[in-house]
Antibody, heavy 118, light 111 residues
Framework: QVQLHESGPGLVKPSDTLSLTCAVS?????????WGWIRQPPGKGLEWIGN???????YYNPSLKSRVTISVDTSKNQFSLKLSDVTAADAAVYYC???????????WGQGILVTVSS | QSVLTQPPSVSGAPGQRVTISCTGS?????????VHWYQQLPGTAPKLLIY???NRPSGVPDRFSGSKSGTSASLAISRLQAEDEADYYC???????????FGGGTKLTVL
């Protein structure tokens, strides 16, 4: 059974960099699929952040591209998200997911709430 | 404002059938990109319900079905049950924006 688990700080200061990691179990990232990040501000809808292929090729939401870096560590079977220069608008539940080439996410992590505050 | 438009809310009584629409444009649904649907129960992660317009993942009841016509897609839920009360989101790709986009979400209330 494929499982994903997000980890990282739940509180980030304004202008700092948000860093999250998604550990994958039950499936080897090197075997294929894309791996993505999606976020959901409290009480609001879903927003795609970006995807990474196991080869390292990345695809980012154009509105976040200047601040986002997604990387993969196949040796640890995990991938990571970095979002720089955060503001209150970046406060959200961040989900990691396995993404099919058709774009759908079939396995999701449980999500991690990130608050932006000094 | 989402490029995929969903009604904010729909409701139905147990046993009834409801549909949730997802209206896009010629740069997303109308361009032939697949539409995916997710169910999000309160306080939980989204769950894949329908992929590539009309396919159900293993374990999803056949009460859930998806379709597409022109620049719109629909999710139908038949024989409504109390456990279906949740938020539902559609997703597709938008070639003008070069990004995967979600609808704003629809809250289903089972009366």
């Amino acid at each position: 059974q494929v499982q994903l688990h997000e980890s990282g700080p739940g509180l980030v200061k304004p202008s700092d960099t948000l860093s999250l990691t998604c550990a994958v179990s039950g499936y080897s990232i090197s075997s294929g699929y894309y791996w993505g990040w999606i976020r959901q501000p409290p009480g609001k809808g879903l927003e795609w952040i970006g995807n990474i292929y196991h080869s390292g090729k990345t695809y980012y939401n154009p509105s976040l591209k200047s601040r986002v870096t997604i990387s993969v560590d196949t040796s640890k079977n995990q991938f990571s998200l970095k979002l720089s220069d955060v503001t209150a608008a970046d406060a959200a539940v961040y989900y990691c997911a396995r993404v099919d080439s058709s774009g759908y996410s079939d396995y999701w992590g449980q999500g991690i709430l990130v608050t932006v505050s000094s | 404002q989402s490029v995929l438009t969903q009604p904010p809310s729909v409701s139905g009584a147990p046993g009834q059938r409801v549909t949730i629409s997802c209206t896009g444009s010629s740069s997303n649904i109308g361009a032939g990109y697949g539409v995916h649907w997710y169910q999000q129960l309160p306080g939980t992660a989204p769950k894949l319900l329908i992929y590539v317009t009309s396919n159900r993942p293993s374990g999803v009841p056949d009460r859930f079905s998806g379709s597409k016509s022109g620049t719109s897609a629909s999710l139908a839920i038949s024989r409504l049950q109390a456990e279906d009360e949740a938020d539902y989101y559609c997703q597709s790709y938008d070639s003008s924006l070069s990004e995967w986009v979600f609808g704003g979400g629809t809250k289903l209330t089972v009366l």
